[in-house]
């Protein structure tokens, strides 16, 4: 903990349930960690630990995460889709006449 507080200049800055949430659901995605991992009384106590809180520290639930996560596949359908729309001649008219196929 004293390298924490050093390292970040003696102070934890205002808290951040949006960037908590976020760090969280880049951890679930990243390890391949199963939505409900949020919810054991393990993985509760270890964050109330943590987070030295004068309040209670707020996990959002498997629901939650699940769906953050369908979110984030959406957007990238969305993306995806946004990408490939900007294409403005097929792919056919891109290969040269004399291409062999």
């Not at 880049?26 to 054991?40: G, L, N, S, T, Y």
């Not at 639930?61 to 995806?80: A, M, S, W």
Request: glycine share 8%; proline share 6%.
């Amino acid at each position: 903990m004293v390298f924490f507080l050093a390292k970040n200049g003696g102070t934890q800055g205002e808290w951040d349930q949006g960037k908590f949430e976020e760090l969280l659901l880049e951890w679930i995605i990243a390890c391949d960690q199963p939505f409900d991992e949020v919810e054991k009384p393990e993985f509760k106590k270890l964050m109330e630990y943590t987070s030295h809180r004068a309040q209670p520290l707020k996990l959002p639930g498997r629901n939650g995460i699940k769906r953050r996560v369908v979110d984030l596949g959406e957007d990238g359908i969305n993306e995806t889709k946004i990408m490939f729309a900007v294409r403005t001649r097929p792919f056919t008219e891109a290969i040269p006449s004399n291409h062999a196929t």
